[in-house]
């Protein structure tokens, strides 16, 4: 396994409850079982705090703390794209050329492929807060 993927992983200082919340949104991959909450405080479409937490692997583990980094002091607007193009970085239709986002490339890449659907569950559970 990839050293650097289980140090990003074990970054856990996101990994945490919210205390005053604005948004919580949770999601469970049917297909390997991980869970993942992600809860927010938002203010004027900007976020700025993240809070995850999930029974995952650590693939799972390591998106939603690369996400939460990037996503604090980020528009909801920006996030929402970025979201929406997560999907697109496995299959090269979209490629990862901003520097704010530039850590994903740690995870998004075809070695990774098998384990996309784990990597893009805190993308989709956050997606679910910052589409509406």
């Known amino acids: 396994m990839d050293l650097e993927l289980i140090s990003i992983a074990a970054n856990t200082d996101n990994n945490r409850n919210i205390e005053k919340k604005t948004h ?10 991980d869970e993942m909450k992600i809860e927010l405080i938002m203010k ?9 937490q999930g029974k995952s692997c650590i693939y799972c583990q390591a998106s939603a703390s690369l996400l939460s980094k990037i ?14 193009n ?6 090269d239709k979209v490629k990862i050329n901003d ?5 994903l490339k740690k995870l998004f890449k075809k ?3 098998n384990k996309k659907d784990c990597i893009l569950l805190p993308f989709k559970t956050l997606k679910k807060i910052v589409s509406t």
Not at 24 to 33: A, D, H
Not at 86 to 91: G, I, K, V
Request: net charge neutral; hydrophobic share 30%.
């Open 111 to 113: 070695e990774n492929v």
């Open 71 to 84: 996503s604090i002091n980020n528009q909801k607007e920006e996030i929402n794209n970025l979201c929406d």
């Open 44 to 52: 004027n479409k900007k976020i700025l705090d993240f809070g995850y």
């Open 99 to 103: 520097k704010k986002w530039i850590s």
């Open 86 to 91: 997560a999907e697109l970085y496995f299959d």
């Open 24 to 33: 919580v949104s949770k999601l469970k991959n049917s297909l390997c079982g």
